[in-house]
């Protein structure tokens, strides 16, 4: 059973950082391209950001571009989330998400990791 | 503002079909095949219904179809049922590695 387990999410004021984890499990993690989908309290879905299998090909939003890193490590089936110079409009849940950006097709969400930004 | 536009509500009586729709633009929903839809229950993860306009993961009920014309896609739920009722968000593939998604449509079962 395919199993996404996002860690890491909290309080932090504005201008601040945060590290988000993803443990995956149930799938060979790293044949596989990730994703990072956020969700604005009441709002609908926004794309963050992908990384290819084996971590070499990156893609941001431009929302982020610049203020978040994704990476990951497929020695331990983990996917991360960097985010530094937070901003109140990154209050988000925060999901991890199986699938390839170039096909639009994400097959499996973890439960998501809620960040709060404020002072 | 989201990029592509999808009424905010829609509704059915059980054993009903309902359809929604998804409007973007050439840019996204119009110039490529890769239009997903995803169902999401309050306080749960989107589980992806259908993707590249039409198909269905294993385990999606055949009620759920996909189509696309032009820059608008839809959602079809047929033979409604208590269960079905949750927000669908669309989503579509927009060009340089980019995916945009619906503004989302609370689906309620009458």
């Known amino acids: 059973e395919v199993q996404l387990l996002e860690s890491g999410g909290g309080l932090v004021q504005p201008g601040g950082s945060l590290r988000l984890s993803c443990a995956a499990s149930g799938f060979t993690f790293s044949s596989f391209a990730m994703s990072w989908v956020r969700q604005a309290p009441g709002k609908g879905l926004e794309w963050v950001s992908a990384?290819?299998?084996?971590?070499?090909?990156?893609y941001y939003a431009d929302s982020v571009k610049g203020r978040f890193t994704v990476s990951r490590d497929n020695s331990k089936n983990t996917l991360y989330l960097q985010m530094d110079s937070l901003r109140a409009e990154d209050t988000a849940i925060y999901y991890c998400?199986?699938?390839?950006?170039?096909?639009?097709?994400?097959?499996?969400w973890g439960q998501g990791t809620l960040v709060t930004v404020s002072s | 503002q989201s990029a592509l536009t999808q009424p905010p509500s829609a509704s059915g009586s059980p054993g009903q079909s309902v359809t929604i729709s998804c409007t973007g633009t050439s840019s996204d929903v119009g110039g490529y095949d890769y239009v997903s839809w995803y169902q999401q229950h309050p306080g749960k993860a989107p589980k992806l219904m259908i993707y590249e306009v039409t198909k269905r993961p294993s385990g999606v009920p055949d009620r759920f179809s996909g189509s696309k014309s032009g820059n608008t896609a839809s959602l079809t739920v047929s033979g409604l049922q208590a269960e079905d009722e949750a927000d669908y968000y669309c989503?579509?593939?927009?060009?340089?590695?980019?995916?945009?998604f619906g503004g989302g449509t609370k689906l309620t079962v009458l």
């Open positions: 998400a199986k699938g390839y950006v170039s096909l639009n097709r994400f097959d499996y």
């Open positions: 989503s579509s593939y927009a060009g340089n590695n980019n995916v945009v």
């Open positions: 990384v290819s299998s084996r971590g070499d090909t990156i």
